[in-house]
Every structure is written in structure tokens, then in C-alpha cells.
């Protein structure tokens, strides 16, 4: 990223971050984002994606090195598109384990823009086999709004967080999420669940009321319910406008996610703020001298 772009970015980040802490001030945060969902899933959105310009795939991507499982491209776009969610299956193994000498000593944040502080994140967020398989599925050139990865403590004990009720998630007017768990997670993790096919069902109620009870998503969806388990490494694609959640698990778990949209617009650049930005620095920085410290 040139100079000015990123300190275009940072501007554009922090006057978003501002304008989200304004309306949590006057108390409309609610009412703004009940008004995004309604514009986001309301039936003009078809018109709007028919009128954002389509771009050719990616040169060059044969022979190409990349980090992906083998994959049938076709295959993959076609379930995204009936269900939401493929899983690609597993990153190799020392590309994971030099990523996890630093994200393995993360303390329990949410870390924002990761791929600008980690080389290996940056280079799987530019993978040409990754974005040429989004590219088939948006059919234009994806663009990256947010790398963020999420270290979550043991939490069956605690409260329910918002995160681990059924909700949905929307960026841009189409967007895909690759997922990749940087701890082995089990039925006793924090795992994350998907539920299969539900993109395409969200009703004006579930814009309304955003969060959806568990008994009404098992009562609707029942065997499309997924819970997602894998070891360290495990890469999957969702489309997270379907309905999902986070296990309450009694383990730290670490998730990378990379949030792809068909689109740049002015509300596509991610959620971070310069402070969250600069004790992330700080972090990453700690963890790698300590790391040379060792060496
Ligand atoms: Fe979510």
C-alpha cells in the first residue's frame, strides 16, 4: 500500500470511528444500523450489484505458488452460492507454525488490520489462488476491508456475548469471509457455527430484531446447523450474511478473518481506530523482540 493510500485510509478509518462513537453519544447507533440493514437487504440491492462494473479475472494465476488447499474452483464457488460456506481444508503446516510463533502469545483482543503488522497473514491475504476463487465469485476484483484476527479466552462461564447468539454480518453489497483457526478447535472450543442455506432466508423480521433466538434457528434451519471443527489451519469461506455464532468453548481459541467485498465504498474500511491501531503495534512489536531476543 503507497504512503498516501494508507494515510488515506487512516483518515477515513478515524472519522468512521468517530462518527460510531457519535451516534452511540446520541444514542442512535440502533436506529442507523437498523436503517444500513434495511438499504443493505432490501430489493434495490439487486439493481446495485447489476450496476457495479465487472472486472476480468486475475492474469497469471497458473502455476502460480499458493498457500490453499487443492480445490475445485466451480465446486467451491457453487456452495458458497447455495449454502454460504465451504471449508477448503488445511494451510500447510510450516506456514502456520512460523504465524503462530507470534499469534500463539496474543494476549485475549480483537487485533485490526493484522496484514499490516504480519508478513505471513499479508501474504495469504493476497494469495493468487485465493483471490482468483473470489474472484469467480463476485465476478469483480475483491478487495480486502478488514484483517482482524480474535483471541478469546475460556468462556463457558461467562455471560452471553453478542457474538455467541445467531446474528448476521454484511459489508459492501456482497462480501465473503475466509476464516482460518490458528488454535486446534474441538467440540469443547470456541467453535463457530454456520448455518447453511440461511443468507438467502433472512426475513425483514430478522433485519428488524438482528439477533435470532437458538430454538427458532434449530426449529427453521435444524440440519443445516454447522458447527465447524478443525485443527489448526483450517481455512473456510462463509458468506456471513447467513445466520452464525461463536461456541462458547472452555479454551483460548485464536481466528483469523479476512473480510473480502466485490467493492470499495466509503463505509469500506473495516472498524479499527488509531488507539486499537497503536496497542497493536506495540504488541506485535514486544512479541517479535522477544522472539529475536531468543534466537
Ligand atoms: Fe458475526
Same mark, same amino acid.
Given at each position: 500500500m503507497s504512503e498516501f493510500n494508507h494515510a488515506k485510509t487512516m483518515v477515513i478509518t478515524e472519522f468512521l470511528a468517530y462518527l460510531r462513537l457519535l451516534s452511540r453519544r446520541l444514542k442512535m447507533s440502533q436506529l442507523i444500523t437498523i436503517s444500513r440493514q434495511l438499504v443493505h437487504f432490501g430489493p434495490w440491492r439487486n439493481i446495485a450489484l447489476r450496476l457495479l462494473p465487472r472486472s476480468l479475472p486475475p492474469a497469471g494465476v497458473q502455476g502460480a505458488v499458493s498457500l490453499l488447499p487443492k480445490h475445485n474452483s466451480s465446486e467451491v464457488v457453487s456452495s458458497l452460492r447455495q449454502d454460504g460456506l465451504f471449508i477448503l481444508g488445511e494451510l500447510p503446516h510450516n506456514f502456520i507454525s512460523k504465524l503462530r510463533l507470534t499469534t500463539d502469545k496474543l494476549p485475549l483482543k480483537e487485533y485490526k488490520l493484522v496484514h499490516q503488522v504480519s508478513d505471513e497473514i499479508r501474504q495469504l491475504s493476497r494469495d493468487p489462488n485465493l483471490l482468483s476463487l473470489l474472484h469467480d465469485y463476485f465476478n469483480r476484483t475483491p478487495q480486502l476491508i478488514e484483517a482482524s484476527l480474535f483471541v478469546t479466552g475460556p468462556e463457558s462461564h461467562l455471560p452471553d456475548h453478542s457474538q455467541n447468539s445467531f446474528h448476521f454480518d454484511y459489508a459492501g453489497w456482497e462480501s465473503l469471509n475466509v476464516f482460518v483457526y490458528l488454535t486446534d478447535v474441538t467440540l469443547e472450543s470456541s467453535y463457530h457455527v454456520y448455518v447453511k442455506g440461511s443468507a438467502k432466508q433472512i426475513s425483514w423480521w430478522d433485519v428488524l430484531r438482528q439477533i435470532v433466538p437458538k430454538t427458532e434457528v434449530y426449529s427453521r434451519f435444524n440440519a443445516d446447523v454447522t458447527p465447524i471443527l478443525g485443527k489448526a489451519g483450517t481455512i473456510f469461506i462463509e458468506n456471513a450474511e447467513g445466520f452464525h455464532r461463536r461456541n462458547k468453548g472452555a479454551e483460548r481459541r485464536v481466528l483469523l %478473518?479476512?473480510?473480502? #467485498?466485490?467493492? +470499495? %465504498?466509503?463505509?469500506?474500511?473495516?472498524?479499527? %481506530?488509531?488507539?486499537? /491501531? +497503536?496497542?497493536?503495534?506495540?504488541?506485535?512489536?514486544?512479541? #517479535?523482540?522477544?522472539?529475536?531476543? #531468543? /534466537?
Amino acid at each position: 500500500m503507497s504512503e498516501f493510500n494508507h494515510a488515506k485510509t487512516m483518515v477515513i478509518t478515524e472519522f468512521l470511528a468517530y462518527l460510531r462513537l457519535l451516534s452511540r453519544r446520541l444514542k442512535m447507533s440502533q436506529l442507523i444500523t437498523i436503517s444500513r440493514q434495511l438499504v443493505h437487504f432490501g430489493p434495490w440491492r439487486n439493481i446495485a450489484l447489476r450496476l457495479l462494473p465487472r472486472s476480468l479475472p486475475p492474469a497469471g494465476v497458473q502455476g502460480a505458488v499458493s498457500l490453499l488447499p487443492k480445490h475445485n474452483s466451480s465446486e467451491v464457488v457453487s456452495s458458497l452460492r447455495q449454502d454460504g460456506l465451504f471449508i477448503l481444508g488445511e494451510l500447510p503446516h510450516n506456514f502456520i507454525s512460523k504465524l503462530r510463533l507470534t499469534t500463539d502469545k496474543l494476549p485475549l483482543k480483537e487485533y485490526k488490520l493484522v496484514h499490516q503488522v504480519s508478513d505471513e497473514i499479508r501474504q495469504l491475504s493476497r494469495d493468487p489462488n485465493l483471490l482468483s476463487l473470489l474472484h469467480d465469485y463476485f465476478n469483480r476484483t475483491p478487495q480486502l476491508i478488514e484483517a482482524s484476527l480474535f483471541v478469546t479466552g475460556p468462556e463457558s462461564h461467562l455471560p452471553d456475548h453478542s457474538q455467541n447468539s445467531f446474528h448476521f454480518d454484511y459489508a459492501g453489497w456482497e462480501s465473503l469471509n475466509v476464516f482460518v483457526y490458528l488454535t486446534d478447535v474441538t467440540l469443547e472450543s470456541s467453535y463457530h457455527v454456520y448455518v447453511k442455506g440461511s443468507a438467502k432466508q433472512i426475513s425483514w423480521w430478522d433485519v428488524l430484531r438482528q439477533i435470532v433466538p437458538k430454538t427458532e434457528v434449530y426449529s427453521r434451519f435444524n440440519a443445516d446447523v454447522t458447527p465447524i471443527l478443525g485443527k489448526a489451519g483450517t481455512i473456510f469461506i462463509e458468506n456471513a450474511e447467513g445466520f452464525h455464532r461463536r461456541n462458547k468453548g472452555a479454551e483460548r481459541r485464536v481466528l483469523l %478473518n479476512l473480510l473480502y #467485498t466485490s467493492h +470499495r %465504498n466509503v463505509l469500506s474500511y473495516g472498524r479499527s %481506530n488509531r488507539k486499537g /491501531l +497503536r496497542a497493536r503495534d506495540r504488541i506485535f512489536k514486544e512479541i #517479535t523482540s522477544q522472539q529475536s531476543n #531468543t /534466537l
